[in-house]
């Protein structure tokens, strides 16, 4: 259902341009635009999906495993493997050289397809395909509704699965286990764990939960290729006034965050009314790119899609996209603090998809 | 997406592993006149920087410099954030940070020599961005490609390399010894999780729920039916280096069959033909940067025949009793015509 909408939606898209032929690009980090067009989940390996405006479908895959999946989780499209994909979607691409044929995201392209000598040219379609996978219909909002009620409840398994003595990496392998049990296939998931000693998330590793430890994670499950997340940060036992005091400014921002979301405005606005709130309380230092990366994002087949919420970012907030804004960044009293919630932009301003209460939690020392 | 432990072992990995790989690779440089190569990652394709400097990206891309002479260096698009991270789990001169990772490293390598001579792993499947901003950040520089001279020197295991490999079978046979649960869910998360509690980097497990109806593996979201006989897949990747190791849920003398078949086949390889057999087979293994390439298979013959001393992992589906029955093992191809040995049995108790 949501595929057969997707791929209505992208063949209008390429007519409305004068398209006739457009190629996906996508791998295991950067898959959504090939998932957009193709359906499908990229694992291993690079993957080209070539699109005709009138809607034919054909992905070429050059990990053989990743072929095999997808000929049976893609039954409809037809799946090519080849050790060579440049070259196989370039035989294709030969035959229609004289037609306008489009990519996206350019960039990504294996670049022996954007060799001058080629035959065919390769326009830029990365802005026609972002603004699909921005501005999402209810079958999609659907989708990342239901991932970020599983972020929270995934968060909660977090909550639980956080003692001393544990190491990072078995706190989430026990997140990961759940999420496989509840069906959940993907999750983009980073963890923080000590005191003023750590500047941010990252992988796990063997540091051990210890008393005293600021705990922060960045959950982010996909259902049917949507990605929604959560941040939260926890103290083991008891928190600090200072913990507190500094959890609080990162409530305050993520709140005015928020509220500044509404159709019309730009990502810079939210940035802006989050960086703000810090630079009220004497940390607007800690807004800038040596402490922090973005002030949230938007949340779709990507777990960290476009817009970046950036106050530099022009983008307007239309119905239907779906961020996350997160003020996370180092406190210099406290450390590294995460605080954000899933949100869907609405005619009327913003749903906030995360139910996890914004509380500093505690958990036994 | 979805990285465990990432933690650099100096047991495992010394400093010596990676001087020797990159002495060789220095000597591969001065035979083709390099004055620099230049190697990509990101999470699908790690496995060249990680054999040259341990560096596993969870997310983003990077180039690993090396110049013919002096400290090899990461340009990396992650953010400086997160720059001692990189650090702890590295083996690495400098880390340098920018979202242009193509324009910085040409700038580099143009500094030192603005013509310098300037091989690339896999040129021509480098995202086209960053080799624009190549030919922008060093404009006078000699691009060239370098995955034959690559692939000559990765494609064969060191010591260390089989050491890991060794380990991630053994994860990943412990994990799939233990699969209780009653739903298939619940089997692949306790798989997984037993995966990830025994330190793996990365682990995924595919299934094919119903060997009666099909053999070929995929990752399940929602709920799966259990049919009789079943088979699941754990892809299991530590410190860089990946495996994959299947267990098909079929009786006993059919499995144990099946894995006496296989066991016979994997020694004849790089040698093929006792596949013929079999309704289906593929040979992986890590040619440059994607971890487990496709080497050789039913459905494409000869793709890049592995090397004598490659770590390869093999899946096959064969017909026992009238059943099929997928089997899968990593093996160690020999050195000096020796036969293939397997890393780990594939039959389970």
Redesign the interface.
Known sequence: MLTDERRQKLSAALRQAGIEHLVLYG???QGDYLRYGSDF?I????GLALISASGDVELFL????D???A???VPDIKVS???NI?SAVGARLDRVANSRIAAAP?????????DPSRSFKLEDATAIVDKLLMRKSAGEVAAVRRAAQIADEAYGEFIRAVRPGRK???I???I???L???????????IGSGGKDV??M?????RRIAPGDLVTTELTPAV?GYFAQICRTLVVGKATEAQRRAFAVYVEALEAGIAAVRPGVCAADVAKAENDVFRKHGLGEYTT?????VRGHGMGMF??SKPHILEDVETVLEPGMTLIVHPNTYHPDAGYIVLGDAILVTESGVEVLCKTPRELFEVAA | ???????RSLTELPDAVFDARLKRVREAMQRAQLDALIVYT????PAGVSWLAGFVP????ALLVVPREGATYLVAAL????K??IE?VSRLGEVLHTPRIGLKAAQQIAAVKSDAAVGIVD??????????DLYEGGPSLILCDASAMFAELRGKADPAEVALAQKAAEIAHRALAAAPGETL??K???V??AA??L?AEE????AAPDLEK?S????????AVLGKTFALRA?VAYKGTWV?LVRSFCERQVAQQAAEQFAQAVAQLPDDSSFSGFRSW?V?GCRMA?P???LI?S??GA??APKPGALVSV?GVLEVNGRQVPVGAPALLGDKGEAASLLVDPLFD
């Open positions: 791998n295991a980090w989940g694992l291993e390996g690079h050059d990990s053989a495993t072929a095999e999946r000929e049976q989780e493997f080849t050790p440049a350019r960039k990504f392209l294996p670049r022996w397809l954007t990072q990496f078995e989430v392998a026990d990961e286990a759940h496989r049990r509840r069906g959940c296939p993907d999750n983009f998931m980073i500047f941010g990252a992988p796990p590793s063997e049917q790119s040596q402490w922090t990366r777990a960290d | 997406m979805r990285r465990g432990l990432i933690a990101n999470n699908t394709r969870y997310w983003s891309e953010s400086f954030r997160v001692s991270w702890r040129f021509d499947g480098l995202a086209a961005g960053i080799a624009a869910n619940a692949i998360a306790t997984e999780s990830r509690d330190g682990a995924y497990i595919a099909d070929r593996f995929f990752r399940v979201e929602g709920e892809t994959r593929l992986e994607q487990l390439d496709p298979g459905r494409f793709a890049h899946q």
